[in-house]
């Protein structure tokens, strides 16, 4: 059998050179991307070795560009958006208008045209998101106000770019690019036709899609076949980006992200992005390869000057803007000092725009590699970044004099945020699993008026539930989003009904990041899976079969004429003597502080 192909050595090369460098990159604190642009760097055109094949990695990246924006689109939240309106939305339009107008600035000194400046400028306005959630989840504040303000503003960010990438096509020949099939039309009829098509994608996708994806998605989750499951979201994601350039002549990536946005407000969506990660991941990282193919790494020694005013630009001239409208709205030094070292960084779209211009005709090549050079640069010194600006922030305000008066002021302002605490459930107890067990379960609890919240993968039964008024999260708890969606964070306790051993691990490790007092009571089935569980600290671990046995003892005694009170006692003292299938904390005990348990087991008999 033949194997001369360059797509396997593209992909094999391209990952396994993306995982040595974003390991290499998670190890001195930096952000994986950067890890993966250099990997890109590493099988280029521009240094010596292995060269991928260019078209072919072009590709590869339009796949990882749909899933990348199916994803953003998946985490899209409207009333994460609402809440910071009066701060995201002007704040993110104003700066965007500075770095695009600076962007400009720069291109006219270079000679470069207007609809170049337009591309480079808007590029350098956007923040990336994968850096931005990281930075804000590693200092601590990404579920704070100020977190919040900074993912709006992230938001608004985006859905700007969503609408540039519409617009650049249809424009380009009147900024200077290649002349489309429209060009010879008055500006206003072109962009009727173009925002027309919008209009008439939007609405079969945001009236039609958003009842036809669930109805379908439920039909397939009643199989109870995963992999069928997550055939269909990755069929939705790839189905309506392609329709939607091939009908409409929008983009890949606007269509991929408005078949997340479908599915974002439904139930679906957590288990629909799970499914659809180790793809995204995949495909995506596959695109930051292509993306550093692309960058030519000699411009840092020919143009360090230009380099250095795009640095300054990304880091220095955002911060400053976002800084700005933030105090200017009234808020205080602390939620400026965020949102401006969140943003000082550029990332994905600035990517997909650079790409989109360069294709067009509007953007030279040199640009390409300035704004490349300029995320490289930025992501890296973004923690540095983060850290020096949380410093003056601190000092700030211990020092006293007007920033820390406009502190207290602008407190106010983000007192008047919603919390996390003003929605879904809370107090209540998890069940994992359905089955049997977990219906008992669930029975006994809801006898006494506890509230409750059930996880499970078969939609039959969570349609069931729904039904009859209770609270349920269809998916599997291994992962995190799912139990996000069940208010983990703040549950009381968590039970665990389903007997696979390594599916309860993972479960019980997720849900202490999101909820370290949470106490747990699972099932198992072998003293392996009990020792596992006393490592975690669990607070009950009961054996099924131990405690069949034990029913199986209390009747035949009974039986065989042995008095209640006796038949009672003997049970009992197997209990206490350690015979049992209870695997339970000294009563009061916490479950996070106390380690071990006390065992009532029965010893296998032997197989003689």
Same mark, same amino acid.
């Not at 309506?240 to 929008?250: D, E, P, R, T």
């Given at each position: 059998?033949?194997?001369?192909?360059?797509?396997?050595?593209?992909?094999?090369?391209?990952?396994?050179?993306?995982?040595?460098?974003?390991?290499?990159?998670?190890?001195?604190?930096?952000?994986?991307?950067?890890?993966?642009?250099?990997?890109?760097?590493?099988?280029?055109?521009?240094?010596?070795?292995?060269?991928?094949?260019?078209?072919?990695?072009?590709? $590869?990246?339009?796949? *990882?560009?749909? =899933?990348?924006?199916?994803? !953003?689109?998946?985490?899209?939240? #409207?009333?994460? %958006? @609402? /809440?910071?309106?009066?701060?995201?939305?002007?704040?993110?339009?104003?700066?965007?208008?500075?770095?695009?107008?600076?962007?400009?600035?720069?291109?006219?000194?270079?000679?470069?045209?207007?609809?170049?400046?337009?591309?480079?400028?808007?590029?350098?306005?956007?923040?990336?998101?994968?850096?931005?959630?990281?930075?804000?989840?590693?200092?601590?504040?990404?579920?704070?106000?100020?977190?919040?303000?900074?993912?709006?503003?992230?938001?608004?960010?985006?859905?700007?770019?969503?609408?540039?990438?519409?617009?650049?096509?249809?424009?380009?020949?009147?900024?200077?690019?290649?002349?489309?099939?429209?060009?010879?039309?008055?500006?206003?009829?072109?962009?009727?036709?173009? $925002?027309?098509?919008? *209009?008439?994608? =939007?609405?079969?996708?945001? !009236?039609?899609?958003?009842?036809? #994806?669930?109805? %379908? @998605? /439920?039909?397939?989750?009643?199989?109870?076949?995963?992999?069928?499951?997550?055939?269909?979201?990755?069929?939705?994601?790839?189905?309506?980006?392609?329709?939607?350039?091939?009908?409409?002549?929008?983009?890949?990536?606007?269509?991929?992200?408005?078949?997340?946005?479908?599915?974002?407000?439904?139930?679906?969506?957590?288990?629909?992005?799970?499914?659809?990660?180790?793809?995204?991941?995949?495909?995506?990282?596959?695109?930051?390869?292509?993306?550093?193919?692309?960058?030519?790494?000699?411009?840092?020694?020919?143009?360090?000057?230009?380099?250095?005013?795009?640095?300054?630009?990304?880091?220095?001239?955002?911060?400053?803007?976002?800084?700005?409208?933030?105090?200017?709205?009234?808020?205080?030094?602390?939620?400026?000092?965020?949102?401006?070292?969140?943003?000082?960084?550029?990332?994905?779209?600035?990517?997909?725009?650079?790409?989109?211009?360069?294709?067009?005709?509007?953007?030279?090549?040199?640009?390409?590699?300035?704004?490349?050079?300029?995320?490289?640069?930025?992501?890296?010194?973004?923690?540095?970044?983060?850290?020096?600006?949380?410093?003056?922030?601190?000092?700030?305000?211990?020092?006293?004099?007007?920033?820390?008066?406009?502190?207290?002021?602008?407190?106010?302002?983000?007192?008047?945020?919603?919390?996390?605490?003003?929605?879904?459930?809370?107090?209540?107890?998890?069940?994992?699993?359905?089955?049997?067990?977990?219906?008992?379960?669930?029975?006994?609890?809801?006898?006494?008026?506890?509230?409750?919240?059930?996880?499970?993968?078969?939609?039959?039964?969570?349609?069931?539930?729904?039904?009859?008024?209770?609270?349920?999260?269809?998916?599997?708890?291994?992962?995190?989003?799912?139990?996000?969606?069940?208010?983990?964070?703040?549950?009381?306790?968590?039970?665990?009904?389903?007997?696979?051993?390594?599916?309860?691990?993972?479960?019980?490790?997720?849900?202490?990041?999101?909820?370290?007092?949470?106490?747990?009571?699972?099932?198992?089935?072998?003293?392996?899976?009990?020792?596992?569980?006393?490592?975690?600290?669990?607070?009950?671990?009961?054996?099924?079969?131990?405690?069949?046995?034990?029913?199986?003892?209390?009747?035949?005694?009974?039986?065989?004429?042995?008095?209640?009170?006796?038949?009672?006692?003997?049970?009992?003292?197997?209990?206490?003597?350690?015979?049992?299938?209870?695997?339970?904390?000294?009563?009061?005990?916490?479950?996070?502080?106390?380690?071990?348990?006390?065992?009532?087991?029965?010893?296998?008999?032997?197989?003689?």
């Amino acid at each position: 059998m033949p194997h001369e192909t360059t797509l396997i050595p593209t992909i094999v090369m391209g990952l396994l050179l993306a995982f040595v460098g974003g390991f290499l990159a998670s190890k001195v604190k930096l952000p994986p991307l950067v890890g993966y642009l250099l990997a890109g760097v590493a099988v280029g055109p521009f240094t010596p070795g292995f060269v991928a094949d260019a078209k072919l990695a072009a590709e $590869l990246a339009e796949i *990882g560009i749909i =899933l990348l924006m199916f994803g !953003v689109g998946l985490h899209f939240s #409207i009333k994460d %958006l @609402l /809440a910071v309106r009066r701060v995201a939305i002007p704040g993110a339009i104003g700066q965007i208008a500075i770095a695009t107008a600076l962007g400009v600035g720069m291109a006219h000194l270079w000679g470069w045209t207007f609809g170049a400046g337009l591309v480079f400028g808007l590029a350098l306005s956007v923040a990336s998101t994968v850096v931005l959630l990281r930075a804000l989840e590693e200092h601590g504040v990404l579920d704070s106000p100020n977190g919040r303000i900074a993912v709006g503003w992230l938001i608004v960010e985006d859905l700007a770019m969503v609408l540039a990438l519409v617009l650049l096509p249809a424009l380009a020949g009147r900024l200077g690019g290649v002349p489309g099939a429209t060009a010879g039309d008055p500006l206003w009829v072109v962009l009727a036709l173009t $925002l027309g098509k919008l *209009g008439l994608f =939007l609405a079969l996708v945001l !009236v039609v899609g958003t009842r036809a #994806i669930p109805w %379908l @998605l /439920a039909h397939v989750a009643r199989t109870g076949s995963r992999e069928l499951f997550t055939l269909s979201v990755l069929a939705t994601a790839l189905g309506i980006a392609y329709g939607s350039a091939v009908l409409f002549g929008v983009s890949f990536a606007l269509g991929a992200f408005f078949a997340g946005v479908v599915l974002s407000e439904s139930d679906f969506s957590h288990q629909a992005a799970a499914d659809s990660l180790p793809l995204q991941d995949a495909f995506a990282v596959l695109f930051f390869v292509s993306v550093g193919m692309l960058f030519d790494p000699t411009i840092v020694l020919r143009e360090p000057l230009a380099v250095l005013a795009v640095v300054l630009v990304i880091v220095l001239g955002k911060s400053l803007a976002a800084f700005g409208i933030v105090m200017a709205l009234g808020y205080p030094g602390s939620t400026a000092f965020t949102v401006s070292a969140s943003l000082a960084q550029i990332g994905e779209f600035s990517f997909i725009l650079a790409g989109l211009g360069v294709a067009l005709g509007l953007l030279p090549p040199q640009g390409r590699d300035l704004i490349l050079a300029g995320a490289l640069l930025s992501i890296t010194l973004n923690p540095l970044v983060f850290r020096g600006l949380h410093r003056i922030s601190v000092w700030t305000r211990t020092r006293g004099g007007l920033l820390a008066r406009l502190e207290r002021r602008g407190a106010e302002r983000l007192s008047t945020l919603p919390t996390d605490g003003e929605e879904g459930p809370s107090d209540h107890v998890i069940i994992v699993g359905y089955g049997r067990v977990g219906r008992v379960v669930e029975r006994g609890l809801q006898g006494q008026g506890i509230p409750i919240v059930v996880i499970d993968q078969d939609r039959r039964r969570i349609e069931a539930l729904r039904e009859r008024g209770a609270q349920a999260v269809h998916g599997n708890a291994t992962l995190p989003g799912v139990l996000e969606a069940a208010g983990a964070a703040k549950a009381r306790l968590i039970v665990i009904a389903t007997p696979v051993g390594y599916q309860t691990r993972r479960v019980i490790e997720l849900v202490r990041n999101l909820n370290p007092d949470i106490d747990t009571a699972v099932r198992t089935h072998t003293e392996a899976e009990v020792a596992q569980l006393m490592r975690q600290g669990v607070g009950v671990a009961i054996m099924g079969e131990r405690e069949l046995a034990f029913g199986l003892v209390d009747y035949a005694l009974r039986s065989l004429g042995v008095p209640d009170r006796e038949t009672q006692l003997v049970v009992q003292e197997m209990r206490v003597s350690g015979e049992g299938g209870v695997y339970d904390r000294r009563p009061g005990e916490p479950s996070r502080r106390a380690p071990e348990l006390r065992q009532h087991r029965v010893e296998e008999p032997s197989a003689e």
